[in-house]
């Protein structure tokens, strides 16, 4: 990233819990816009990409005219010699889960991708399926034979199921009983399919007999 002499670059810089968001006014080197329009989301414009990897790392953002880069598509570093530094996105996505429990003040989601295109979904137009989510335990430490790690992991629990929800335009504004108890998440569709694997993936971190609730799939996702 480099530097417009002409602009205050904190004025440039906006600081999202998932994302940061660039003005045009600071200069990126690094980042592209592919001419692939971002599938049915808020303020979603085109595509961006990283001109060296070709990963797609964010999006243009129509509401400030900026490049939007998520944090999970991004690794830092103090010089070109360090090696570059990241967190893992299993991390990211449970902290947007956690985080709707914030902003949404319910512990059930219904989660949907639709908001930018993944790498793969260029030459396929298939959509992940939305997924129902049950925040059951926000915040646990567990010990388990299955975990490379020696120390106590911090999760949370979360129940989950695939969900039969079909979202439309005629679904805006419906304040039923089940709108009121259950929150509405959208995830980019590659990440959709990171937090399916992840999900499917911690089943090993439990026995065998507490992998399975009340027709609810159990998991424990690793958190900041």
Do not use: Y
Not at 18 to 24: A, D, Q
Not at 156 to 166: G, R
């Amino acid at each position: 990233m480099t530097r417009n002499p002409n602009s205050s670059f904190q004025r440039s810089f906006l600081l999202h819990l998932f994302c940061f968001v660039i003005t045009t006014s600071a200069v990126l080197t690094f980042v592209q816009k592919v001419d692939e329009p971002i599938v049915e989301g808020s303020n979603g414009g085109s595509a961006l990409e990283c001109t060296e990897c070709r990963a797609l790392i964010g999006s243009i953002d129509l509401s400030s005219d900026g490049h939007k880069l998520r944090k999970s598509r991004l690794a830092l570093s103090l010089s070109p010699e360090q090696p570059p530094v990241f967190f893992q996105s299993e991390l990211w996505l449970t902290s947007q889960l956690l985080n709707s429990i914030s902003t949404q003040g319910v512990r059930k989601f219904t989660v949907v991708s639709g908001t930018s295109p993944s790498s793969t979904s260029r030459a396929s137009s298939h959509v992940p399926n939305p997924l129902n989510i049950w925040i059951f335990t926000p915040d646990l430490k567990i010990a388990s034979t299955a975990s490379p790690f020696k120390t106590p992991l911090r999760v949370a629990k979360i129940l989950w199921k695939d969900s039969e929800a079909v979202f439309s335009g005629t679904d805006e504004g419906r304040l039923d009983r089940k709108a009121l108890s259950q929150g509405h998440i959208e995830i980019p569709e590659d990440e959709m399919s990171e937090l399916r694997a992840c999900l499917e993936g911690s089943a090993r971190l439990l026995p065998e007999g507490g992998r399975e609730f009340r027709g609810w799939r159990v998991a424990l996702m690793e958190r900041f």
